[in-house]
């Protein structure tokens, strides 16, 4: 037993308080506030009294003899309770008292409220030993730790222990105090365990803490019949129902009774401006029809989304859609420059669909009074409502309410300053708002986070494994239902099995939306996370195509990739997947070595072609090379597109009405970027104030020059880095291609893509998640200011007063436009929390298509799918004379419209296409009438629409 005289009170202590921080030691007895204050850390965490010691998971072990203040020793352990108060930001913490560990920690459990035995009121000490890790990213602090006293019973405290809170409580200004609450206000409290499914942590980690948590409060909720405790995601519940059934049992029967409400809308809480329309439907659709199958006794209205970096303007559209009314955030209270205006709002799309939306209290509630009262104060100036929401419960890396939490909640509950306490669900609380909906502001624009902007970048491995599946993904889809429309009967739904081909695809689509998880897409988790990640990523690109090869050759006949013993490699077959606009497309016969221009086609459908056997046909808008000015230039022609090429890589371009683009060249930037708060999150805002130097590049070097193609390389390097840029103009192509190769070993590093154009730009349009967004080059608020980069996912169309110039990507990629000038960032050099996070062997496709009009009258989303949709080509074993040339499949003839999906009869659901209208006018439908038994209506302008197929047969 440790043996200690009891102390009077020390420096910084009250009466029923003890500051324990100038009180610890290190292992070798020195005083530990008086040795960190020697160091060179953050001085102003020192000013206020912290324990800092170094970054990068550097130890701290602490420990005191912590010993009875003689005032304190008798008193009752059933009227008073002593409390051990820490709060630290570490990366891990551990409390041990008497060699016992009592607390485990992390950066998100970040506090502790340990009850003290009665022992220790009875004059027996304690010894505390407290182990802390720095966060690899930032320094370690103790922020404070002190020992409390708190009456059991609010209304038994004859020591005034809550004297001092009661006074925070009913100061003037303090959320609205100053005065008792009016009776009808009150709060609803939804415990709450925010559990990011893969962050600084691995996924089987994720796996294990939501173990952990929901047994925890399972047990907390049989102590308490009162707690209601609120969840995500479908994915995590799906898990828990395969690997943990007796858990999952017990959660699903206390959902059955009302007390756990599933808080879901998507499969996961993804990313919501990195993803691509159809994923973001898919997402919708999946955890829509997840738990309205497991969770039947809940009104599925509801999309939960509180932590995700931002939101497409064309959302509000893709959850009406599923029948979701509702959409929870909590994300843009991270705004760094502008407040947002609104807590409670109706969100509406360009579409017109409408949302309600609100912004609750912070995630990671805790049970303090005057957090509550704040918050509720804030919720009633901002929107008149009586009736707040607050979450309590640890966050991030799961945890939720723990039993400290519940005594300081019971403690307070009722307390004539503080609105009335009521423990239920956000359902139940919405329904109370529902009928302001007519009275509330209107928002019609994206919900951009003034934060973050780096996500578009970083790890852009990550944005090409997601980009390639759902293009192979969405291909297999729709040559299964070609092969269903044409009477193959191996490819139909009836009788399939787990490894059915229908089976599979609904497996892969499901591992595909986990990966679009809001730290797992914009590379803002671990090393190991995506090292783990990348044999699932391969794994579910060879399933997706493998099942896509397997349906063509049975329909078509064809052999594999690269030819098999019995292909005469003089015949071959060349499929298009997606419609590509009014331009023709050029392939390279693998064996042959040429290349071929197929003429246009108008939708999906497919080429027969002969290799060295087919007479050389002149192609339309052939390409023309030739020098100018000097042997280093060179210009690239072919009627549709023109650039100037010179040493500095690509000087000019001009539309097809011999308007110049460019105001100056195109070159490369490199910019310091240390981010803002968030490294792997967030650009530096003034990256552009520090730029480190011109990337020069070497003599263009002409690989291939013919009517159909024609290529030059460019080679340079910079720093550690090396780059290769080929410029490719095809006949027909509406626009140059840059095929940029990049050995990238920088670090807090910004490499972009620059241009000033030769007019300035009046408005710019892009490609974002659910559709378009449009927007003035010229900020002219200050909330305009602060959206200088962009997330665009497949296009951005910067408009002048005469025509103008289209970025296609290969993306997502994030852009900077404003006034005449264009920046597209390419690479990053992030070291937290990934070190690695851009480091190697990248490459990027960017197409520049110079306009002399708006970007619908010139098929901009088109030329993006032209961009980004490669034609499927096989060699045919033998030759099919009797089949045609070019055969179409499925007519496409509206160029404003885009083709989301051509789904296969699955999971009892018929066959159906999903389509949206990208212009603002309505689109015709009439060319649909010989695939559909509907009489189908005319598209809404950026209306989204499923139309269910016929299941007719008519050959090829």
Excluded at 311 to 319: I, T, V
Excluded at 918 to 927: F, S, T
Aim: proline residues 9%; contains cysteine.
């Amino acid at each position: 037993m440790i043996q200690a005289a009891a102390r009077p009170p020390g420096p910084g202590d009250f009466p029923w308080k003890l500051d324990l921080q100038h009180r610890w030691r290190l292992d070798t007895g020195a005083s530990a506030l008086a040795h960190v204050r020697r160091l060179p850390l953050r001085q102003d965490w020192q000013a206020r009294g912290d324990l800092v010691w170094p970054r990068g998971g550097c130890p701290l072990r602490l420990h005191l003899v912590l010993t009875t203040p003689l005032s304190w020793q008798g008193l009752s352990h059933s009227a008073f309770i002593p409390r051990l108060v820490l709060l630290w930001w570490a990366e891990t913490a551990v409390l041990k008292v008497d060699g016992t560990p009592r607390r485990h920690g992390d950066l998100f459990a970040n506090t502790c409220r340990l009850p003290l035995p009665a022992s220790w009121l009875a004059g027996r000490p304690l010894l505390l030993e407290l182990e802390l890790h720095s966060p690899r990213h930032d320094e370690g602090s103790l922020r404070h730790s002190n020992v409390v006293l708190e009456p059991r019973c609010r209304g038994e405290d004859p020591l005034h222990l809550l004297r001092s809170t009661e006074e925070d409580l009913a100061a003037p200004g303090h959320g609205g105090a100053g005065q008792t609450r009016p009776r009808n206000d009150h709060v609803t409290l939804l415990s709450h365990a925010h559990l990011d499914l893969a962050w600084l942590w691995p996924v089987a980690e994720t796996w294990r803490a939501a173990v952990d948590t929901f047994i925890s409060v399972l047990n907390l909720m049989e102590e308490h019949p009162d707690l209601c405790f609120g969840h995500s995601t479908p994915a995590l519940y799906a898990w828990l129902q395969q690997h943990r059934p007796a858990l999952w049992q017990r959660i699903h029967a206390l959902a059955e009774t009302g007390r756990w409400e599933p808080l879901c809308g998507p499969w996961v809480e993804m990313d919501c401006v990195l993803i691509s329309t159809v994923s973001v439907l898919r997402q919708l659709e999946t955890g829509q029809r997840w738990c309205q199958q497991h969770f039947p006794q809940w009104r599925h209205d509801l999309a939960w989304l509180p932590d995700s970096f931002g939101f497409a303007a064309g959302l509000p559209q893709a959850l009406r859609r599923q029948g979701i009314g509702w959409f929870v955030t909590t994300k843009l209270s991270w705004n760094d420059r502008n407040s947002f205006p609104h807590r409670l709002f109706r969100w509406r799309d360009p579409s017109g669909a409408e949302v309600l939306a609100l912004l609750p209290g912070p995630l990671g509630g805790t049970g303090d009074p005057r957090a509550i009262q704040q918050a509720h104060g804030e919720w009633r100036a901002r929107t008149g409502v009586n009736s707040s929401l607050w979450l309590p419960g640890v966050g991030n890396h799961g945890g939720g309410p723990n039993q400290d939490l519940m005594d300081q909640v019971q403690l307070w509950w009722g307390h004539p300053q503080l609105p009335r306490y009521r423990h239920g669900t956000l359902r139940s609380w919405l329904e109370d708002l529902k009928p302001l909906a007519p009275t509330l502001p209107v928002w019609a624009d994206e919900l951009y986070l003034e934060l973050h902007r780096g996500c578009a970048t970083t790890h852009p491995d990550q944005k090409r494994h997601n980009r390639t599946a759902e293009r192979l993904l969405l291909e297999a889809e729709r040559v299964l239902w070609l092969a269903q429309h044409l009477g193959h009967g191996q490819w139909a739904p009836a009788g399939e099995g787990r490894n059915g081909p229908l089976q599979q695809m609904k497996r892969c689509w499901q591992t595909l939306l986990f990966h679009q998880f809001h730290d797992i897409l914009p590379g803002t988790a671990t090393g190991e996370v995506f090292a783990q990640l990348e044999a699932q990523w391969r794994r579910l690109r060879r399933q997706a195509s493998r099942l896509r090869d397997q349906v063509l050759q049975e329909l078509l006949g064809t052999g594999p990739r690269d030819g098999h013993p019995s292909a005469t490699a003089d015949h071959w077959v060349a499929l298009q997947l997606q419609p590509a606009g009014p331009w023709p497309r050029v392939v390279c016969l693998p064996q042959a070595r040429q290349h071929r221009v197929l003429p246009p086609m108008a939708g999906l459908g497919c080429w027969r072609l002969q290799g060295t056997s087919d007479a050389a046909e002149p192609p339309p808008h052939p390409v023309r090379i030739h020098q100018v000015a000097t042997p280093d230039h060179w210009q690239l022609d072919n009627g549709l597109c023109t650039a100037h090429c010179g040493p500095e890589g690509v000087l000019q371009l001009f539309s097809p009405g011999g308007r110049q683009v460019l105001g100056k060249p195109l070159g490369f930037g490199r910019w310091r970027d240390r981010g803002e708060y968030w490294d792997a999150w967030d650009l530096a805002p003034d990256h552009r104030q520090h730029p480190l130097g011109a990337i020069r590049l070497g003599q263009p070097e002409l690989l291939e020059r013919n009517s159909c193609m024609v290529r030059l390389r460019w080679r340079g390097a910079f720093g550690q880095s090396r780059i290769s840029m080929v410029v490719c103009l095809a006949a027909g192509s509406p626009y140059l291609e840059l095929r940029l190769s990049i050995h990238w070993r920088q670090a807090h590093e910004l490499l972009s893509l620059d241009g000033d154009l030769a007019q300035p730009v009046q408005r710019w349009a892009a490609d974002t998640a659910g559709g378009v967004i449009e927007r003035p080059a010229r900020p002219r608020t200050a909330r305009e200011q602060s959206r200088w980069h962009c997330a665009v996912v497949s296009w951005m169309a910067l408009l002048q007063q005469q025509g103008g110039l289209a970025v296609l990507l290969d993306g997502p990629q994030g852009i900077h436009a404003q006034d005449d000038h264009l920046s597209v960032a390419l690479l990053r050099g992030t070291t937290w929390p990934d070190p690695g996070a851009d480091r190697g062997w990248w490459r990027h496709r960017i197409g520049l298509m110079p306009l002399d009009g708006g970007w619908c009258g010139n098929h901009v989303p088109a030329a993006a799918d032209h961009l980004r949709w490669p034609l499927w080509l096989r060699p045919l074993p033998l030759a099919q004379g009797h089949e045609p040339a070019r055969q179409l499949w499925f007519p496409w003839p509206e160029s404003a419209q885009r083709l989301l999906e051509l789904r296969p009869t699955a999971d009892g659901r018929p066959s159906r296409l999903s389509l949206q209208q990208l212009a603002p006018w309505r689109g015709r439908l009439a060319w649909l009438k010989s695939f559909t038994d509907m009489e189908p209506k005319p598209l809404q302008p950026w209306e989204i629409r499923s139309v269910p197929l016929a299941g007719r047969s008519d050959g090829f």
